[in-house]
């Protein structure tokens, strides 16, 4: 029993280890963790529980929690369009992604980026400053999962 036990533990560990973790600003601290991306699944915090899915991302869909229905669709990536819901319209663009920056909608204009991923942080729009840094990534995180995360204050 003990040795089951320990060898869970061991196997959580190494999956945590190797799960992609998002920081809030310039933190690298376990305590500042605001999510952890493991097989397509957002985590809150660093707890790997079913109930702390917050979306998964199979690759153009994110959907609510851990839902896999069409109905749960939260938001599509195409090409580097993200769009709401399940939709492909022109009309419900929500975000463009191009050259490291998120803009607002369909725009590409410098006046419209609502933030910029560089070198694993997401900068304030088009703020390449420490003071500017929103959020942290141990690895390279989609921008949909970003603007996921971010779309509350942006």
């Known amino acids: 029993m003990k040795r089951t036990v320990l060898t869970l533990i061991v196997l959580l560990s190494a999956s945590l280890a190797f799960a992609q973790k998002v920081y809030r600003g310039?933190?690298?601290?376990s305590s500042d963790i605001v999510c952890h991306i493991d097989q397509g699944k957002i985590y809150r915090g660093q707890e790997p529980y079913a109930s702390s899915v917050m979306a998964r991302f199979d690759g153009t869909h994110l959907y609510q929690g851990n839902s896999s229905y069409s109905s749960d669709i939260l938001l599509t990536y195409r090409g580097v369009k993200i769009y709401n819901g399940r939709s492909t319209y022109d009309s419900d663009v929500v975000?463009?992604?191009r050259d490291g920056k998120?803009?607002?909608?369909?725009s590409v204009y410098q006046s419209d980026v609502l933030f910029t991923y560089k070198d694993n942080k997401v900068y304030r729009r088009?703020?390449?400053?420490q003071s500017s840094i929103l959020l942290r990534t141990s690895a390279n995180v989609h921008p949909i999962i970003l603007f996921m995360l971010l779309a509350n204050e942006l």
Do not use: F, K, L, Q
């Open 26 to 29: 310039n933190s690298v601290y």
């Open 126 to 129: 088009n703020e390449p400053y």
């Open 95 to 97: 975000a463009t992604w």
């Open 102 to 106: 998120m803009y607002r909608g369909r």
